[in-house]
T-cell receptor, first 115, second 118 residues
């Protein structure tokens, strides 16, 4: 079946460090891919998305490129801030013509950024 | 952005009692709401999808008689865990899809409810 695997955390970085959170997926077709972020005490928020191969999603300095050949959607940021401390979820959703499947999430990766 | 609230944020109950969790879309109307369950260090697992005014669609393995879902209005869905047992202890998250954005990825999540059954 369809699934998402992301690197286990927690990930602890110093401020201004480079961030990579790996995410790979298994899907029977061509899904849309997402990164969601959950700040402490808040709900999941869509961070970025990509709907087809080679698309790059970007937002708030974060980027992820949809790589069909490696079935990956790794999240990167060049210089993290303390305020980026949160749990990050990679997710996929299958598209069936004009309708959407449900979101399938990875386990989440907790990021802690130290000043 | 759109806001989804959940109440309560945390609940502790005795085994055998029922617990109701509310999910509200605060500034938009939600034709569809989703209920997820998250165990420690596990993915969010979709439990059910509810559409306003109709019966919820449950995922395989989810007991519909144990997890009662009601979506009586476009801004409120409730999940009732009936006759709760310690194994039902978990983090329950709802999300809502804006009814004006049925073909987009606009799905908003609540902050979650931590249920502990003693």
């Amino acid at each position: 079946g369809n699934s998402v695997t992301q690197m286990e955390g927690p990930v602890t970085l110093s401020e201004e460090a480079f961030l990579t959170i790996n995410c790979t997926y298994t899907a029977t077709g061509y899904p849309s891919l997402f990164w969601y972020v959950q700040y402490p005490g808040e709900g999941l928020q869509l961070l970025l998305k990509a709907t087809k191969a080679d698309d790059k999603g970007s937002n708030k300095g974060f980027e992820a490129t949809y790589r069909k050949e490696t079935t990956s959607f790794h999240l990167e940021k060049g210089s993290v801030q303390v305020s980026d401390s949160a749990v990050y979820f990679c997710a996929l959703r299958m598209n069936y013509g004009g309708s959407q499947g449900n979101l399938i999430f990875g386990k989440g990766t907790k990021l802690s950024v130290k000043p | 952005g759109a806001v989804v609230s959940q109440h309560p944020s945390r609940v502790i109950c005795k085994s055998g009692t029922s617990v109701k969790i509310e999910c509200r879309s605060l500034d938009f109307q939600a034709t569809t709401m989703f209920w997820y369950r998250q165990f420690p260090k596990k993915s969010l697992m979709l439990m059910a999808t509810s559409n306003e005014g109709s019966k919820a669609t449950y995922e395989q393995g989810v007991e519909k008689d144990k997890f009662l879902i009601n979506h009586a209005s476009l801004t409120l869905s409730t999940l009732t865990v009936t006759s709760a047992h310690p194994e039902d202890s978990s983090f329950y998250i709802c999300s809502a899809r804006d009814h004006l954005a049925t073909l987009t990825d606009t799905q908003y999540f609540g902050p979650g409810t931590r249920l502990t059954v003693l």
